[in-house]
């Protein structure tokens, strides 16, 4: 399915959850609290701004936010929050589309980039990133670490989550680095609704190459929002590229 299709109208109605999940105070808030100290005077730019999960709380800070987003349902539901001269945003692919300005920082947060299907995909997005910022601005990647351990001879799926009403697992085609993760909600009967979203999942060092196509350099690299040390233990990380 083409992302579009996926981030549909009822996926939009369902996508936030206020005061859990991605949405609870200790994962919003670092997030928003490190984009801003990141952003300096501004503006910035989201790539697949969706809801604006981060963008209206960042907004609320006082850095100006322009947004990218695909999906028109999801703009729609930011839209409930705030008004376009608040918020901007461009209808488009974060590989391709053209916010109008010059930003000191764009981010692309929760894993985002993997829902870019290709390689070149994904180097087309650093590429893109890199147009929309004035020299020596910030490219910053919320990602999770490919799970491969986990996986036994054998077997292509790998349960990362559990817990009363819901499961959460991946299937892997490791030739393709393509991953569908499926979810899987329920109650007391004997029905579930199933949710799967497709990514292309990315090793930290195949992103540092994809940033230096791009003319980015590594600045830093945690484990979270909070600056935890990334370990090889770490399930996923925040990547800081700067541009030259």
Known sequence: MRQEEIWDAEAARHYDTPGEG?????VLGPTVDRLAALAGAGPVLEFAIGTGRVAVPLAARGVPVTGIELSAPMIAQLRTKVD???????????????????FSLVYLVYNTIANL??????????????????????????????????????QQAVVWHSEPGYVGLDTYDVLTQHVVSHHFRFGDGR??????????YVWPAELDLMGQL?????ESR??????????AESRSHVSVYRLA
């Open 22 to 26: 991605m949405f609870a105070a200790e």
């Open 84 to 102: 376009a001269d608040t918020i901007p945003v461009v209808a488009g692919d974060m590989a391709t589309a053209a916010a109008p300005g010059e």
């Open 117 to 154: 299907l290709t390689q070149a995909e994904q180097v087309a997005c650093f590429r893109n990133a890199a147009r929309h910022l004035a020299p020596g601005g910030r490219f910053v990647v919320e990602l999770w670490v490919p799970e491969l351990r986990k996986l036994p001879p054998g």
């Open 191 to 200: 029905q579930a609704e199933l949710f799967r979203t497709p990514h292309r």
């Open 214 to 218: 791009a003319g980015f350099t590594l």
């Open 222 to 231: 945690h484990a979270d929002w909070t600056g935890g040390e990334f370990t």
